[in-house]
C-alpha cells in the first residue's frame, strides 16, 4: 500500500494539457481525448509499477501534452531482466485494457462505437510506443538487446543510429500520409529533440554509468565476464569495454608474456579517485 502511494505522488500533470482539455471540451471531443489520456496513464503506471516492485529510485510520471513518460533516475546498473520487466510493463497493459474493453461490449456495457474506438487507441499507443526509436519502448528494447552482448557504450551508440534510421523512415511515412497535420509535425520534432538530447549527452551517461558502478552501492553482478587489456592500453579505454550487469576482471598481457589480474574496482578508482585519466593499465599494475 505505501509503494503505491508513494506511486501516485510521483504523477506529474503539464499544465499545457489543462490547456488541451479545454480545447476537447470546446470541440466536443472530451471523450476521445479522455480515452487516449486514460491510455497513456495506464501504459505508464504499469511501467512506474514494475519498478516500484524492484524498489527502482521513480523520479515522476508525467503526464504531458502529447504522451506520457516515466523518468527513472537509475543509470543502466540494473539487472537485464529487470529493466526488460519494466520497459515490458507498459506495453503489456494494452493487453488487458483491449481484453476489457471486449468484455464491457459483449456484456452490452459499452456501446460498439466506443469499444472499437477504444480499441483503435489502444494499437496506435502500442504500435507507436513499439517503434525502435529512443526513448520509446521499443527503443530501450533495443538496448537491452544489444546489452546484452556489447559493451555499455557501443550498445548505447548502436541504439541512437538505429533509432536515427528508424526515425528517418519513420518520418518520411508520416509526411506522407499527413503531411499537414500538427500532430504529426509535434511528434516528430518530439523524437528528434529528444534522441537529438540523448546523442549529445552520449559522453555523460556513460560517466554516469560508470560513476555509480563505483560510487553507488553494491551491485548484484552474477556474470563474470573477464576483460582482455595490454599494458599499454588507456585506463579510459578498457572502462569503455565495460558491459551490464557483469563483473569484470581486467586480464593484462605483459609484454614479457605474464599476465597479471586486477578488479574492476581498482580501475574505478585510479579513474575516479586518483584522477589518472591518462595512464596506462601498465602503469596502475604495481600501484594497487
Known amino acids: 500500500m505505501n509503494k503505491a502511494i508513494a506511486l501516485l505522488r510521483k504523477i506529474h500533470i503539464h ?23 486514460l491510455i497513456i496513464f495506464v501504459h505508464e503506471m504499469g511501467h512506474g509499477a514494475a519498478a516500484s516492485f524492484f524498489s527502482w529510485r521513480i523520479k515522476k510520471i508525467a503526464m504531458l501534452p502529447f504522451g506520457g513518460v516515466a523518468e527513472m533516475d537509475e ?39 466506443w469499444h472499437l474506438l477504444f480499441i483503435q487507441y489502444n494499437m496506435m499507443i502500442l504500435l507507436f510506443n513499439l517503434i525502435p526509436i529512443w526513448p520509446l519502448d521499443g527503443g530501450k528494447l ?20 538505429v533509432s536515427a534510421g528508424s526515425l528517418v523512415i519513420f518520418s518520411a511515412s508520416l509526411i506522407i500520409i499527413a503531411p499537414l497535420t500538427l500532430n504529426v509535425w509535434v511528434i516528430i520534432g518530439f523524437l528528434s529533440f ?34 582482455n587489456a595490454t599494458e599499454n592500453e588507456m585506463v579510459g579505454q578498457v572502462l569503455e569495454k565495460f558491459q551490464r550487469g557483469c563483473k569484470h576482471p581486467i586480464i593484462v598481457k605483459q609484454q614479457n608474456g605474464k599476465e597479471m589480474v586486477m578488479d ?7 579513474f575516479f579517485s586518483e584522477k589518472l585519466l591518462s595512464a596506462k593499465i601498465g602503469d596502475l599494475l604495481y600501484t594497487f
Do not use: C
Open 264 to 270: 574492476e574496482n581498482e580501475l574505478l578508482h585510479a
Open 194 to 227: 529528444s534522441l537529438y538530447y540523448e546523442w549529445k549527452q552520449r559522453r555523460f551517461i556513460f560517466m554516469r554509468f560508470l560513476m555509480e558502478r563505483h560510487y553507488g552501492k553494491q551491485l548484484d553482478l552474477r556474470e563474470l565476464k573477464p576483460i
Open 15 to 37: 499544465p499545457l494539457l489543462w490547456v488541451i482539455i479545454a480545447l476537447a471540451v470546446a470541440t466536443a471531443h472530451f471523450i476521445e481525448l479522455m480515452m487516449v489520456l
Open 142 to 161: 533495443v538496448f537491452i538487446l544489444l546489452s546484452m552482448n556489447k559493451s555499455f557504450q557501443e550498445a548505447h551508440l548502436r541504439t541512437l543510429y
Open 75 to 113: 543509470h543502466g546498473n540494473r539487472p537485464l531482466n529487470e529493466e526488460l520487466i519494466v520497459v515490458l510493463a507498459g506495453p503489456l497493459q494494452h493487453v488487458w485494457m483491449m481484453a476489457l474493453s471486449y468484455i464491457l461490449f459483449v456484456s452490452g456495457f459499452f456501446p460498439e462505437k
